[in-house]
């Protein structure tokens, strides 16, 4: 008997995207951006400041393999090859294993110039939720940090942990959002700080009768104030957004905006969770430019 593969309910639904009825050949500026974080790895191109092509994948247990899978996913279908970019730019958690990128730039000011592309130079404060730590960032009308805090001590308040959540309960992450409001009353957050000790409450909360929506109501929250925690430490200046996979997960952002009194920026066409890819590509492009004007 051949025995059935277990589902993975951690795993956020991959996907890529290219600009309709563009044609890159006519690009004075073609650069790409690869942010290989520690549970998703972005490839982001883009022509002439534009946004062109971007593939969103797993990272793998290769950080190289990894950026080379999401570039060639990216690049599929485009008729353009790695030899048509002109710059690349490596960020993130793996951003010195990226074997096409020509610099590593760090995640935070990767972030924060992405945001500013992706929501406009109003936005003053960005939160970043990565997959093993959380960022709290502050920069100016041009996209350039500021200030920033950042939490990496424990997966709580993090992506991954989120993920250790939703196998645990056996439900699809990208559903996670929406279930936690599925309850009568908003329940008392997790005691637990670590996900180990707020893996073993959660299940004994199950014990005691608790339905899976208001335990992962209770996780949600206590996500939502371990982040809160962190931009409070910063000082939140608007407008305000929000970068990273959690963007997707409404039961984090919405505690986090009922906490802080006021709605984070929205986004519409670009997903937030390719912005450290934006802001790579975006460098490498003033990097280009610098170099044509010498």
């Keep these: 008997m051949v025995e059935e593969k277990r589902k993975e309910f951690w795993r956020w639904p991959e996907g890529r ?12 500026v073609v650069t790409a951006g690869v942010d290989v974080g ?20 797993r990272t793998g247990s290769s950080s190289p393999d990894s950026a080379n899978k999401a570039m060639n996913w990216a690049l599929e279908g485009t008729g353009m090859t790695l030899k048509d970019v002109h710059y690349c730019v490596g960020t993130g958690y793996g951003r010195v294993n990226v074997p096409m990128a020509q610099r590593t730039i760090t995640e935070i000011a990767c972030h924060a110039l992405g945001a500013h592309f992706i929501y406009g130079p109003a936005v003053r404060t960005i939160l970043d939720v990565g997959g093993q730590d959380a960022k709290a960032i502050r ?5 350039r940090v500021v200030n920033f805090l950042m939490n990496d001590k424990c997966a709580a ?44 409450e959660a299940l004994g909360l199950l014990r005691q009768g608790w339905s899976t929506e208001k335990v992962i ?13 962190l931009l409070m430490r910063l000082g939140i200046e ?7 996979g959690q963007v997707k997960n409404i039961g984090v952002v919405k505690r986090i905006e009922r906490i802080l009194g006021f709605e984070a920026l929205k986004w519409a066409e670009i997903d937030p969770q390719i912005a450290g890819g934006i802001g790579g ?7 280009v430019e610098k170099s044509r004007k010498g």
């Design 17 to 28: 995207w290219t600009a309709p009825n563009v044609d890159w050949k006519g690009g004075k």
């Design 38 to 57: 520690s549970v998703s790895t972005q490839a982001v191109i883009m022509v002439d400041g534009k946004l062109y092509a971007y593939s969103n994948m």
């Design 139 to 143: 920069c100016d009308e041009k996209g």
């Design 157 to 200: 308040g993090t992506g991954r942990g989120m993920e250790v959540f939703a196998d645990l309960l056996s439900v699809p992450i990208q559903d996670i959002g929406e279930r936690s409001f599925q309850i009568e009353a908003e329940p008392e957050p997790v005691n637990s700080t670590c996900v180990v000790f707020a893996k073993s």
């Design 217 to 229: 109501a209770a996780y949600c929250r206590a996500m939502a104030e371990r982040i809160v925690e």
């Design 238 to 244: 608007k407008e305000f957004a929000i970068t990273g």
């Design 281 to 287: 590509a975006l460098f490498a492009k003033a990097i």
